[in-house]
């Protein structure tokens, strides 16, 4: 497996990253670590979770998952942003709640120190110098190696830069943004950043919620047990006839490959520019193993160039930042 520099670190990770937001529900306990381990065992050394997956359930079991000795040789990424608790301090990305929660995350997570802490959405109300300077300590304190963004607009991005150059505090080397076929704004401005700055960009929902894998069929019938389904309203949201009637154009595209259409799309987001890792979110060892193929795929120019025709470069036929806070443009689609 070829490794890819983490932005501008010296650290290494798999070109795929093992995402565990269904881990500790829907996927058990039990499956959860078959996948771990499996993917360890495939050569992904690089797996995000988050502080908010189910409650906090994700992280323990990834901290279970690796607490028999795989710890040492996986680069471990968690989040921190969203709500905790009704107290009212007990979220966003203040000094206060970034320092509570990191200890929070360690505990679940069985270890002293995550590889990649980041901010899971931008809060454009607090100075990017509180959050930096709380980061910096923790980085300082050795409870954390490096830091990163999600879901953060290009220009956050590039303030947050300007303020950790000025005040000589460590700096985000990765952001995690949406980005699959469907969706590819952030080839107008956060990709040119991105590659300008040596940012590692970490995409999520590269199979678009599973419309890229040719789970949907119409926006009015969601498949038994499939994301949309089972959180509701912003999930559906991003499906629509239009989408899918893209989607389906990538499945045929597939078919004549022969390959699934869910390699087909992970594919194209691994090789994009300034793609560190898309993460993939297994909710089955039947899915680990269908994108585990990918890191044997390579596309053409003619497989690129028929891809644009589908969705063209930097334009979107579906909505995945509508969960940013951010992004003020409505498809109309």
């Not at 950790?164 to 949406?178: A, D, F, H, M």
């Amino acid at each position: 497996m070829e490794y890819r520099k983490l932005g501008r670190t010296g650290v290494r990770v798999s070109p795929l990253c093992l995402g565990t937001m269904n881990f500790g529900g829907p996927t058990s306990e039990g499956e959860s670590i078959k996948i771990i381990e499996t993917a360890l065992e495939a050569g992904v050394n690089f797996i995000d979770t988050a502080n908010m997956y189910n409650a906090g359930e994700s992280e323990r079991v990834v901290g279970k998952a690796l607490s028999g000795g795989a710890r040492n040789r996986v680069i471990l990424a968690t989040k921190v942003h969203f709500p905790q608790s009704n107290d009212p301090n007990d979220r966003g990305n203040s000094r206060r709640h970034i320092v509570m929660a990191v200890e929070d995350s360690l505990r679940r997570l069985q270890t002293d120190w995550i590889d990649l802490y980041q901010i899971h959405r931008p809060m454009f109300e607090i100075p990017a110098e509180e959050t930096l300077r709380a980061l910096d300590d923790l980085i300082h304190q050795g409870k954390v190696r490096y830091i990163g963004s999600s879901t953060f607009p290009a220009w956050f991005i590039m303030e947050s830069l300007s303020v950790s150059e000025k005040l000589g505090l460590n700096r985000y080397v990765t952001e995690q943004p949406p980005y699959n076929i469907l969706d590819r704004r952030i080839e107008n401005e956060l990709v040119p950043l991105a590659l300008r700055y040596d940012i590692g960009l970490l995409p999520w929902s590269p199979l678009a919620m599973g419309m890229l894998a040719g789970r949907y069929k119409s926006a009015d019938e969601l498949p038994e047990s499939s994301r949309a389904q089972r959180i509701g309203t912003w999930a559906q949201a991003r499906i629509t006839n239009f989408a899918i009637s893209r989607a389906e154009q990538v499945v045929v595209l597939a078919r004549n490959l022969s390959i699934t259409p869910s390699q087909l799309s992970l594919a194209w987001v691994k090789d994009q520019p300034g793609v560190t890792a898309p993460i993939i979110g297994p909710r089955s060892f039947r899915h680990l193993e269908d994108a585990l193929r990918v890191l044997e795929i390579s596309l053409n120019n003619e497989i690129m160039q028929a891809i644009d025709e589908i969705v063209p470069p930097g334009s979107a036929a579906a909505d995945f930042h509508n969960t940013s806070g951010w992004m003020r443009m409505k498809l109309g689609l």
